[in-house]
């Protein structure tokens, strides 16, 4: 139980465009998912939470107009990298939670290069 | 965004040898969880600790969640190769809004030698 999934994997994209990464939460129903963002040999960093039916919330210095997020149902959240840059690719990974429980169960991860 | 100091970064070991990797926190957590991340996956949640003091084993794994709440470690025992990889431990506060964000630690890049 409590497995997450994300697609694509592995995404390379033209400078300029946009890209969008899925996050399913296949066996239980995710109140709340989060987004992170994790550069090589870095840790994860928290770029937004990710809330049912509301707007997301955004970390400090992560600009809500790029990185659109909609979660849509209880098991889907989308993240949208609007107008990628270089600076952009990185490994993207989502989490979510089984309510009521607290433990965050992590998607296998998104490769982004942008050329 | 905010980190835990986690130690050591790195370690080189020989298989069999048991491992301790800690990480300590300004700030106190009610749930310190340790993942799991090898090359290319999502990190894989390892032990989560709710309670000040509790010790927790899952196989060869052993963490405990420290009595003031600001620090926890975790200890592999007779190391093997399939190890390899970096642990994150992660810190929670439950009243903090939104809920259970976590806190992440720097990592530990665990190599295990034959």
């Known amino acids: 139980g409590a497995v997450v999934s994300q697609h694509p994997s592995r995404v390379i994209c033209k400078s300029g465009t946009s890209v969008k990464i899925e996050c399913r939460s296949l066996d239980f129903q995710a109140t709340t998912m989060f987004w992170y963002r994790q550069f090589p040999k870095q840790s994860l960093m928290l770029m937004a939470t990710?809330?049912?039916?509301?707007?997301?919330?955004?970390e400090q210095g992560v600009e809500k107009d790029k990185f659109l997020i909609n979660h849509a149902s209880l098991t889907l959240s989308t993240l949208t990298v609007t107008s990628a840059h270089p600076e952009d690719s990185s490994f993207y990974i989502c989490?979510?939670?089984?309510?009521?429980?607290?433990?965050?169960?992590f998607g296998p991860g998104t490769r982004l290069t942008v050329l | 965004g905010q980190q835990l100091n986690q130690s050591p970064q790195s370690m080189f070991i020989q298989e069999g040898e048991d491992v301790s990797m800690n990480c300590t926190s300004s700030?106190?957590?009610?749930?310190w969880l340790w993942y799991k991340q090898e090359p290319g996956e999502g990190p894989v949640l390892l032990i989560a600790l709710y309670k000040a003091g509790e010790l927790t084993s899952n196989g060869r794994l052993t963490a405990q969640f420290g009595i003031t709440r600001k620090d926890s470690f975790l200890n592999i025992s007779a190391s093997i190769p399939s190890d390899v990889g970096i642990y994150f431990c992660?810190?929670?506060?439950?009243?903090?809004?939104?809920?259970?964000?976590?806190?992440f630690g720097s990592g530990t890049q665990l190599t295990v030698l034959p």
């Open positions: 990710s809330n049912e039916g509301s707007k997301a919330t955004y």
């Open positions: 700030s106190i957590f009610n749930t």
């Open positions: 992660a810190g929670q506060l439950l009243l903090r809004h939104p809920a259970r964000q976590l806190t």
């Open positions: 989490s979510a939670s089984p309510a009521p429980h607290n433990e965050q169960f």
